[in-house]
């Protein structure tokens, strides 16, 4: 078996591949591509297998190429969609393939002077002078109208099948937009394989066709399964919705750590293999470790910092490491007061705060920190029963009632963490 395939198989990341198409990447060094379509001004983690499959496609000595979908991108891709996407103006789209093409090269190899160094391309580049009346001209007659209605994705929309709505022209062409990347794609740079998500398999096909049809070439096409959790829920929104995306400026590294730490015992074997590069050998020893003790979560940890580093760098993980610690009280006071406010305030989320004047913190005392000046505790003589029970720290850090606050207590030169028991935090901006 082809190495590449083999280790998508063992994985889990393989769904289907058309005849032939191991026999090329066995025959010679193949160049490939994957298509990132610029919906925002990041990726996210949704994108990560994409980026993987071309990790792992030049690790096994093939070539290759990110597409971003400057053209495209116009339009948006209907597969899996049940409504429309909303246009986007041409400024904006400009920003996100900006964003988008410097996040493509943190992850491959774009060394020109190696026979299979990564290439980033635009479909805008070769889209944009091309009228309309050539497009359809040289591709349209190509495709018959049966066949694009024969994909899965086009008679969803059609038949309104699952809820789906209507599908407009602009985005029934849009099969044939990326059937003419691959085709421009093989004339010009010699691809001879298109992967994706299974989702895609019909855009790829269209490809493969209008090459077979316009230049009697042979083209592949390969994907990879849609991700989802253990549970069948949807892979890679937080409980409200929300993405987790790779730029940290979107989604912390703190809060990107959180979320492989936080995967369930199912998700995580799967993940392990999904999203790591560790060989097939260590993760096997890894599970097996898990299983013998799981409430270690051996498993979790060593995901978390793995994708993490990779996304990032190792330097954000230690910090992610530190937080998460701090966060479950395995650390000192010390590392708290130097936490920046940002991370600091990443960590608590959520967590109840009210802006006291800096004169009203220094000094006074816990009691009434705790009680009238914050609101954190509802008297006086709660704050008083709470802290002879021993239950009240400041910082991570017990207290008595002779505790009173000083500079040297504030974290960033600005917070304090009340905490009562092991949950209920409260935190006191100094202004």
């Not at 400026?249 to 790591?276: C, E, G, V």
């Not at 096997?284 to 498993?299: D, G, M, N, V």
């Not at 920046?340 to 006291?356: H, T």
């Amino acid at each position: 078996m082809n190495p590449f395939i083999e280790e998508l198989q063992w994985r889990g990341l393989f769904a289907d591949m058309m005849p032939g198409t191991e026999a090329q990447l066995n025959k010679e060094l193949t160049t490939g591509y994957i298509g990132f379509d610029p919906t925002a001004d990041s990726l996210h983690i949704g994108s990560l297998i994409q980026i993987k499959i071309l990790a792992h496609f030049q690790q096994h000595g093939h070539k290759p190429i990110a597409l971003v979908g400057g053209a495209t991108g116009m339009i948006g891709d209907p597969s899996g969609k049940s409504t429309e996407r909303n246009a986007l103006d041409e400024d904006t789209l400009n920003h996100y393939v900006h964003c988008i093409t410097k996040q493509l090269s943190h992850f491959l190899n774009f060394d020109s002077t190696e026979a299979n160094g990564a290439e980033l391309v635009n479909n805008y580049e070769w889209m944009k002078k091309f009228s309309f009346l050539d497009f359809i001209k040289e591709i349209g007659k190509n495709i018959t109208v049966n066949y694009m209605l024969a994909k899965e994705s086009v008679r969803k929309r059609l038949t309104g099948e699952d809820g789906y709505e209507g599908m407009s022209f602009t985005e029934f062409t849009y099969q044939l937009l990326q059937g003419y990347d691959f085709l421009h794609l093989y004339r010009e740079k010699g691809v001879k394989l298109q992967m994706g998500g299974t989702d895609q398999w019909g855009n790829i096909t269209t490809g493969t066709e209008l090459i077979r049809r316009k230049v009697q070439g042979e083209a592949f096409a390969l994907t990879v399964p849609l991700i989802t959790k253990a549970d069948g829920s949807k892979f890679g929104k937080s409980e409200s919705g929300e993405n987790y995306w790779l730029d940290p400026k979107k989604t912390s590294p703190y809060r990107f750590y959180q979320f492989w730490l936080n995967a369930t015992d199912a998700d995580a074997k799967r993940f392990i293999k999904y999203y790591t590069f560790l060989g097939k050998e260590e993760i096997e020893q890894l599970i097996a470790e898990h299983q013998k003790a799981p409430h270690e979560r051996k498993l979790q940890k060593k995901l978390a910092e793995e994708v993490t580093v990779w996304v990032h760098n190792r330097d954000e993980y230690e910090k992610a490491l530190k937080a998460s610690q701090i966060l479950f009280g395995k650390t000192t006071a010390e590392d708290l007061i130097q936490l920046e406010e940002a991370l600091f305030l990443d960590i608590f989320d959520g967590v109840p705060q009210k802006e006291i004047s800096r004169t009203e913190v220094i000094g006074s005392p816990i009691i009434e920190l705790l009680s009238e000046k914050s609101g954190f505790l509802k008297s006086k003589s709660e704050a008083q029963r709470e802290l002879k029970g021993k239950s009240i720290s400041v910082n991570k850090v017990k207290v008595d009632t002779d505790f009173t606050a000083s500079e040297n207590d504030l974290i960033d030169g600005k917070f304090l963490l009340l905490q009562k028991g092991k949950k209920n935090y409260f935190i006191i901006k100094a202004v």
